[in-house]
């Protein structure tokens, strides 16, 4: 028979079964790049929905999306409290507005106190209806500010400031809608240092965030009163936008031992006498106490970052008087928020976008959920920092909230779809494949294939089988006298579908038929910790078995039986691929069974598949032979059946002193032992026996009792 690495005849359903596993080979690859096409395609697409997504988003950037990344960082990050900062609330009304009757009464309490400014977050816009009252006001600021009422300073006087606040109203005329500014009386701005502008940027939650300096005409009186108070601040830089760094939420109305972030106390408190301290050396914002004010007097309660995640509804409502401190604050400390640029934000979600939109959908639902989730944390803890350290916040929240999610939700829907699509296919792949190994493998091991994804891609990997050639005795001889290729192939097929029988019985795997031989191994393509044990039982199964009888003459099964490493896949081109084992294990597999001619045996195994089998069968050294084609000598042994009697026949031990005897270089005593074991044999005589008694009787060189071969 030809060896396994030549180029054997090839039966018809061979041919087809190899036609199929290339289709199949071509299948796998179509499915694979359609698999990988389809996610390319959907990254694009997810890259392109998210980008869209997050500059849609950065569109609306008063949006609650966008405000998010400036809210969310106050959960836990404070400017600190403006110790330098007051806060007295009038809490009384006359006439429908703040009573004014003792605002100079208040005003000199104030001054005794120690306070170096004093802002009224009060428009002081009409005459009181008692003149006494505006001009004991207005001698009160000239007094607090230690000049006379021509502005000059007074003698011993400490210089001092105060501020009075402006608003403005709109007003149509001729269907234009004018703004106009709402200036304090003439009486009291006279002596008053200057007055500015209270009015504050909200949205229509009327929460406040960027932190106004007035109009192009009119700056804020936050904005006057830190320039006096030694602020360095440029007018040119005046409107440029800012972002209020809140010192911290208002009081927890559970929580009475919460410290304000400004201490505040009532106007009576101060007419009754403050303690100590309390007002020296500080800047004053008086102001009406919050939600003392209605409707007709404007809203003067606002929300701020903090009322965003209130769920429990504990914080009251900010009032202006403490925007105002916290704008003044700001201002003074410089540590006001500046937000990232357009271009920045711009390039930012475009990133952000790419990289998740075109990054997730390529990656499974855990892994993608994991790095979402993952980077969400970062954005967020980005975030946080960059407030906190930076004094700048970024529009992370419309990658963290938005695209990532989007991206996510993309990516799974993709992974199903293509799941789905995949596993359709593999579904069709595993019956084609089924249908092409099914006799080639037995159907426990076609399960273990199609279940652990098996593929036909080209390639192998080093593997430690057991494989097995077979042979038909005198089939040749057999051919040349029948003379009917017909009637050859319907004997062929039924001994085939015998032997092949005993192979699957045993979990093994037709590799090749090779004209009448085949091909078996045992631990391929799928592992089996029992390979040899299973290959020595399907060898005896099948010789015990498959007889063969053609023309009234009997033809037996040759068997050669080994354990070794192979490179075991498949082998080819794109065009065409076979799966085999190749390498030094299989041609010595190959070699062992043509032994058997020589030696008149059945079944000869190596030495490496006999070790494992223990006691379920019974063997025979057979000798030491160097193959052709091999410079190592391998132990040949005979399989003689399942062991069924404890003592050892006659014959083996006689054999066994022959051997003893060759290899210790004593051909007498060897050639007397093997004479006796083919006697005590039977009739039929011991071929092995023969075959060394006929080597010595040639005088060949057995030199160690090994027996070189120059055949195959």
């Known amino acids: 028979m030809s060896p396994p690495n030549t180029a054997p005849e090839t039966p018809v359903g061979l041919t087809v079964a190899r036609r199929l596993r290339a289709w199949l080979n071509q299948w796998h690859a179509w499915l694979w790049a359609t698999e990988q096409r389809t996610r390319m395609v959907a990254a694009a697409v997810g890259a392109v ?52 009757r003792q605002q100079a009464a208040l005003l000199d309490k104030i001054g005794a106190a120690g306070a170096k400014a004093v802002l009224y977050d009060i428009i002081f816009d009409r005459p009181s209806d008692d003149p006494k009252l505006d001009e004991a006001f207005a001698g009160a600021m000239l007094r607090f500010r230690g000049v006379d009422a021509a502005g000059n300073p007074l003698p011993g006087q400490r210089r001092r400031h105060v501020f009075l606040a402006c608003g403005r109203e709109q007003k149509s005329q001729t269907g234009v809608v004018m703004e106009q500014l709402i200036p304090p009386a003439d009486g009291l701005l006279a002596a008053a240092d200057d007055f500015g502008l209270v009015a504050f940027v909200h949205d229509e939650k009327f929460t406040v965030r960027e932190l106004a300096t007035g109009t192009r005409d009119e700056p804020s009186l936050t904005w006057k009163a830190a320039i006096a108070l030694g602020a360095k601040l440029e007018e040119p830089t005046r409107l440029g936008p800012r972002w209020i760094n809140y010192a911290g939420p208002p009081p927890d109305a559970h929580d009475p031992e919460a410290d304000p972030p400004f201490r505040s106390c009532s106007a009576q408190n101060v007419l009754d006498g403050v303690e100590p301290g309390f007002l020296r050396d500080r ?54 928020l500046t937000r990232s640029s357009h271009g920045f934000d711009i390039l930012f979600v475009v990133l952000a976008g790419l990289c998740a939109g075109a990054g997730l959908p390529r990656l499974r639902p855990i892994p993608a959920t994991v790095i979402a989730v993952s980077a969400a944390v970062i954005f967020i803890t980005a975030g946080i920092l960059a407030v906190h350290y930076g004094k700048v916040w970024f529009p992370w929240s419309v990658a963290a909230f938005l695209q990532l999610p989007l991206a996510l939700g993309w990516s799974i829907a993709v992974h199903f779809y293509v799941e789905r699509f995949v596993s359709k296919k593999l579904t069709e792949e595993k019956r084609v494949l089924r249908e092409a190994f099914a006799k080639y493998l037995s159907p426990k091991m076609l399960d273990r294939l199609t279940e652990e994804n098996f593929t036909l891609k080209p390639g192998g990997d080093k593997i430690h089988v057991a494989m097995m050639f077979t042979d038909i005795e005198s089939f040749t001889d057999m051919c040349q006298r029948v003379r009917q290729p017909e009637r050859i192939v319907d004997i ?71 354990w070794g490493e192979v490179v075991a896949g498949n082998i080819g081109s794109s065009r065409h691929v076979d799966y085999t ?70 014959w083996i031990t006689a054999y066994h002193e022959a051997l003893t005897a060759l290899e210790a270089n004593d051909p007498e005593s060897a050639e007397a032992h093997f004479t006796e074991a083919n006697s005590l044999r039977g009739h039929d005589g011991d071929g092995p026996s023969r075959f060394f008694l006929e080597a010595l009787k040639r005088g060949e060189p057995l030199q160690d009792g090994v027996v070189e071969m120059r055949e195959k």
Request: one cysteine or more; aromatic letters at 8%.
């Open 283 to 336: 800047i004053v914002i008086v102001g009406g106490r919050p939600g003392i004010a209605g409707a007709a007097l404007g809203q003067d309660l606002f929300s701020t970052p903090f009322h965003r995640f209130d769920s429990r509804g504990n914080l009251p409502l900010m009032s202006g008087v403490e925007i105002n401190a916290n704008l003044l604050a700001n201002l003074l400390r410089a540590n006001w």
């Open 492 to 562: 062929l097929n039924g001994y085939f579908e015998n032997t092949t029988g005993h192979i699957f019985d045993h979990d093994g795997v037709i590799i090749k038929f090779i004209g009448d031989a085949i091909f078996a191994a045992w631990g391929a393509p799928l592992p089996d910790p029992d390979a040899s044990g299973k290959a020595v039982r399907a060898a005896w199964k099948l010789f015990e078995n498959d007889k063969l009888v053609v023309e009234g003459e009997n033809l037996k099964t040759r068997i050669g039986l080994h």
């Open 49 to 100: 929905l998210t980008v869209a997504a997050g500059c849609l988003a950065l569109a609306q950037s008063g949006g609650s999306l966008v405000t998010l990344s400036y809210d969310l960082p106050f959960k836990m990050h404070r400017a600190g409290a403006a110790d330098d900062v007051r806060l007295v609330y009038i809490d009384e009304f006359s006439g429908g507005f703040l009573d004014r």
């Open 581 to 650: 084992l190749i390498g030094d294990a299989v041609n010595l597999t190959s070699r062992l069974e043509g032994l058997n001619k020589l030696l008149g045996t059945s079944i000869l195994l190596s030495d490496a598949i006999r070790q494992p089998l223990g006691q379920e069968f019974r063997t025979r050294r057979v000798g030491r032979f160097k193959v052709k084609g091999r410079d190592e000598i391998t132990i040949v042994h005979e399989l003689l059946g399942p062991i069924r009697q404890e003592e050892e026949p006659a």
